[in-house]
């Protein structure tokens, strides 16, 4: 992680100098605040940047030009729990919160948002989320259920074969009709749905190595519905495509990415039973990623056209959204834990597999949800061309 950074054109002797003149007291208050250890941001009423001190910049690797004026949202993501917290703060109310990263390389960011009462700004006190023994503890133990799960599946999937065979064999022994079918039937629907398990569980174990190429990812999203159709029609779910312009294509594995997709359709299905729409949004959106935003880049990879050096980062974003049921608030920090699911019939893996196959493509997938009002969900895949997986 590079924390050097050169400082900006606004930046003398050390201490910075405002490129927008400011009232005495506010000069004051940046002199102070380059002194701070401590990376501070100062936020107008509507969010755009009016300072950042020296730490600031070195965390987010952007030089002062590049930050005044910036809406503070195109610099740390947080979306509409960092716009929550800044209308708190207009309210003359604080307080500390986690952002996700924007994509999987980078860490996440403790931010304490501070308001400044007599002008309706924020300052913000923004630091990279130390990772807790914990949590180190925790990626190795799934590292080896990864590896106990792959173990297991090649085990169980033998005898697995050999129990449908002779199901088979044991089925066309029965006339047409014979009550006993529904007893064979059974078992070979059991085998079946073992056999998905099995599937499953070695993707997650061990997903495969993308095969990257140019893609249009609005083939993967038409791919990913004409897949899940027959679901939605049965529940009555209409579902809407947006893209907004003309958005370039990706250097992805076409089906590694429409597999991600039709998950997340599949879990949208799910939702609503009873009907309801479903919404797919594609853009190009661009980031002022933090510094480790760039960490994970190989030599030779292509910035998607960007000059080097410069703090912007194009990604494709992909937004699913359903007006389903919802999910719990206390439920949303588990969806990525291997195994766990609220459905009764589902096995936990769907999302956990959708985040690695992302991680290897160099993206993220977050979720956002509230009980009776519907999920959205974003998808980030950088726009770059890469050689291999991250």
Same mark, same amino acid.
């Given at each position: ?8 054109p ?6 910075m ?18 002194? @701070? ?11 755009? #940047?009016?300072? !950042?001190?020296?730490? !600031?910049r070195? @965390?987010?690797?952007?030089? $002062? ?14 979306g509409? !729990? ?47 989320? =130390? ?24 085990? #169980? ?8 065979t ?23 629907? $059991?085998?079946a ?11 997650? =174990? ?14 993967? #999203? ?21 893209? $907004?312009?003309?958005p ?15 998950n997340?359709?599949l ?17 190009t959106?661009?980031?002022?990623a ?19 050096? !410069? ?5 494709l974003?992909i937004?699913v959204?359903?007006t ?37 493509h ?16 974003? #998808?980030?895949?950088p ?8």
């Amino acid at each position: 992680m590079a924390h050097d950074v050169a400082d900006g054109p606004g930046v003398r002797g050390g201490t910075m100098a405002p490129s927008r003149a400011l009232p005495a007291p506010m000069a004051l208050a940046a002199l102070l605040a380059e002194r @701070l250890p401590w990376a501070a941001i100062a936020v107008d009423p509507e969010g755009r #940047i009016e300072l !950042a001190n020296r730490a !600031a910049r070195a @965390l987010l690797a952007v030089p $002062e030009r590049e930050l005044d004026g910036t809406p503070i949202s195109e610099v740390l993501g947080g979306g509409p !729990a960092l716009a929550r917290a800044l209308a708190v703060a207009r309210d003359g109310a604080g307080g500390t919160f986690e952002l996700g990263p924007v994509v999987d390389a980078e860490p996440r960011l403790n931010v304490t948002v501070l308001p400044v009462s007599d002008r309706g700004g924020a300052l913000l006190l923004v630091a990279a989320h =130390a990772q807790a023994a914990h949590e180190e503890d925790s990626t190795h133990r799934l590292a080896a259920l990864g590896r106990l799960s792959a173990g297991m599946a090649h085990e #169980i999937r033998n005898p697995l074969s050999g129990i449908g065979t002779n199901a088979q064999v044991l089925r066309r022994r029965f006339e047409p009709g014979d009550p006993r079918l529904r007893f064979v039937d059974f078992i070979l629907e $059991e085998v079946a749905r073992l056999d998905r398990l099995i599937e499953d569980l070695l993707r997650f =174990a061990r997903p495969p190595e993308p095969r990257l190429s140019a893609h249009d990812l609005r083939d993967s #999203i038409e791919r990913a519905l004409a897949l899940a159709r027959g679901r939605m029609e049965k529940a009555g779910i209409r579902a809407h495509v947006e893209v $907004e312009g003309e958005p370039p294509p990706a250097y992805v594995d076409p089906d590694q990415i429409a597999q991600v997709l039709l998950n997340i359709v599949l879990n949208a299905v799910q939702a609503m039973p009873a009907g309801g729409d479903l919404t797919i949004v594609l853009r190009t959106v661009e980031r002022l990623a933090p510094v480790v935003g760039r960490s994970g880049r190989r030599v030779g990879d292509d910035g998607g056209g960007a000059a080097a050096g !410069a703090p912007l980062r194009r990604f494709l974003e992909i937004v699913v959204r359903d007006t389903g049921v919802g999910i719990d608030r206390a439920d949303l920090p588990k969806l990525f834990e291997p195994f766990f699911t609220t459905r009764p019939s589902g096995t936990g893996l769907g999302l956990s597999t959708s985040q690695a196959l992302l991680r290897q493509h160099g993206g993220a997938i977050t979720i956002e949800s509230e009980i009776a009002k519907g999920t959205i969900v974003t #998808i980030l895949i950088p726009v770059e061309k890469r050689r291999a997986p991250r």
